[in-house]
């Protein structure tokens, strides 16, 4: 078995119009900026972008924004320091937001990733963000019912892999991928470094490669 692919646009290869597409990384740290790159090159369009962030300047999502592919975000922090592009769509009613507290923007995912069909969380209750959600008292305090967030495909950043797509991480760039690569249809992993199937420390291998379909190896594109 080797899910290693030769080439950016054989990574991305399927991504239809219309994909539902969750993108790693906690602002740059952990962002798969080829993955990224290759599907503005593909020209899909109208997708929905779940992420923590929403872009940065006019790098990696923030171009996606810029040549408007994208028709809505799912994020926790859509005004982050530099993500200029995303507030002049929303500003202009040219991009829709779901804003969701970060941790139940983590949890949501997870939940998908693990087959459960829902959450209480305390987070948002009696806010805006609790509109049309289902409310519940439990011990004396208000709760909302938070549903489980899936995705078509999961462009997730790590430190090395395997062949079988077992993935490490490297410190920070650590934030959203594990989750995410559980989360949706097909996975896709751009890693700093591949190494043979032994290499990896089972003790520190974050997600296991049956949640990874395909790798695209930054160092071989380049000649290393």
Partial sequence: MNKQVGSPE?????????????????????QPVTLIEALLDAGVTDLTVINNNAGAGGEAIGQLFAAKRVRKVVCSFPKAIGSTIFDELYHAGEIELELVPQGTLAERIRAAGAGIGGFFTRTGYGTELAEGKEVREIDGKGYVFEKPLFADVALVKARAADRFGNLVYRKT??????????????????VDEMV?????????????????????????????
Avoid: W
């Fill in 10 to 30: 054989e990574a991305i290869a399927g991504i239809e119009d219309g994909s539902t597409i969750m993108i790693s990384g906690f602002g740059p740290p952990g």
């Fill in 173 to 190: 760039g650590r934030n959203f991928g594990p989750v995410m690569a559980t989360a949706a249809a097909l996975t896709v992993a751009e």
């Fill in 196 to 224: 043979p199937v032994g290499d990896l420390d089972p003790e520190v291998i974050v997600t296991p490669g049956i949640f990874v379909d395909r790798i695209l190896c930054d160092s071989s594109l380049k000649g290393h």
